[in-house]
C-alpha cells in the first residue's frame, strides 16, 4: 500500500521521575507519570514503490541544526526497523516540521519516532501486531512506547515500557523554561549515581496519587532535579521564576535541562522577566491524542 499520512508528534513532560538499582539490562529502572503536551512536531509520512528512507527537517533553523546527524536521527530508525519487522518493501519519505526543543526532555525525537511507527502501521499492507509494534518501539527509545499509545497520562515502570494508563487530568496552561545548556542523559545518571552511592528501593505510590492536580502536585518530584540544578543554575531560577508566577507544579523534565510549570486555568499571572538565561514556550497539558491525518 502507498500514501500519505500526517501526525502531530506531541511532547512529554515527567509529572514524576524516581531512578532505581541498575538492572541486570545494563539500564537502571524508573517509575515515572508521563504527561503528554500540546506542543508538537509535525511528521509527515509517506510510502511508495522503492526501497529506502529519506528524512526532511524544517522549521527554526537553529531547532532543526540541533536535531543532528539526519542518518541517527530517531524518526528514521523507526522507520528502518518497521519496514525490517514488517518486511514490507517500500520507500519511505519523513517530513518533520521542528517545534518540540531538542535535548530538553520534552521527548521530540521519541515523539517523532512514534509517529513514525504509528504512520507507517496505518499505511502498511499487513499492520504489525500490538505487540509487536509496542515491542518494536522499546528498541528505539524509552519514551516510545507512551508516546505510541493513544493516552494522554500514564505510569511507566521498567524502563518506561510498562505502562498503566490513567484518566486524564483537565487540561491546564503549560510554560516551558528552555536554557540554552543541554543536559546529556548519560551525564545525569552518572552525576545522580555518585551522588547518593546506592539506589533507593521501589516506592509505593499510592493508587490516587494523580487523580487530580491539587494531588499530582503534592506527588510530583524528579530525582535529577537537585543534581543537574547544581550544575545548571539557571534550573531552580526558572523554577523559582515559574512558581513566583502562580505555577501549582515547576519541575524539571526528565534528564534536563527544559523547566515546565503547570498553572491553573487562568494561565501565569505575570509576564516573564527579562533573561537571556532561558527562553519560554506557552502550552498545555493535552487533552488526548490528536488523530492522524490521511492525505491520499
Not at 509535525?42 to 543532528?68: C, I, K, Q, R, W
Not at 530508525?77 to 517545534?99: E, G, M, N, P, T
Not at 491553573?264 to 488526548?288: L, S, Y
Request: proline letters at 8%.
Amino acid at each position: 500500500m502507498t500514501g500519505t499520512v500526517r501526525l502531530h508528534a506531541q511532547a512529554k513532560v515527567n509529572l514524576r521521575l524516581k531512578v532505581f538499582a541498575l538492572g541486570e539490562s545494563g539500564y537502571h529502572a524508573i517509575e515515572t507519570v508521563f504527561q503528554r503536551l500540546a506542543l508538537a512536531d509535525l511528521v509527515t509520512v509517506s510510502a511508495s514503490a522503492g526501497e529506502g528512507t529519506d528524512l526532511d527537517m524544517v522549521g527554526d533553523p537553529a531547532l532543526v541544526a540541533a536535531t543532528g546527524d539526519a542518518d541517527r536521527n530517531l524518526a528514521l530508525v523507526a522507520a528502518r526497523s518497521y519496514l525490517a519487522r514488517s518486511a514490507w518493501d517500500a520507500h519511505v519519505s519523513v517530513r518533520i516540521q521542528k517545534s518540540i526543543p531538542v535535548g530538553a526532555g520534552l521527548g521530540g525525537g521519541s515523539a517523532d519516532a512514534a509517529a513514525v511507527l504509528r504512520g507507517l502501521d496505518a499505511l502498511a499492507p499487513s499492520p504489525l501486531p500490538a505487540a509487536d509494534l509496542l515491542e518494536l518501539a522499546c528498541t528505539i527509545g524509552s519514551d516510545v512506547p507512551f508516546l505510541l499509545s493513544d493516552d494522554v497520562l500514564s505510569i511507566g515502570w521498567g524502563r518506561g515500557e510498562r505502562l498503566l494508563p490513567l484518566p486524564a487530568l483537565p487540561p491546564r496552561p503549560v510554560l516551558l523554561g528552555i536554557p540554552a545548556a543541554h543536559v546529556s542523559t548519560m551525564d545525569a545518571y552518572s552525576w545522580l549515581g555518585r551522588a547518593r552511592g546506592a539506589a533507593p528501593g521501589p516506592p509505593e505510590l499510592p493508587a490516587d496519587a494523580f487523580v487530580s492536580w491539587e494531588s499530582a502536585a503534592g506527588h510530583a518530584e524528579n530525582d535529577f532535579e537537585p543534581v543537574v540544578s547544581e550544575r545548571l543554575p539557571m534550573i531552580p531560577a526558572i523554577r523559582a521564576s515559574f512558581t513566583g508566577r502562580g505555577a501549582r507544579i515547576s519541575m524539571l523534565t526528565g534528564s534536563g535541562a527544559a523547566v515546565f510549570g503547570v498553572f491553573d486555568p487562568n494561565g501565569p499571572g505575570v509576564p516573564a522577566a527579562d533573561t537571556t538565561q532561558w527562553r519560554e514556550i506557552r502550552t498545555a497539558t493535552a487533552a488526548h491524542v490528536v488523530p492522524l491525518e490521511r492525505l491520499d
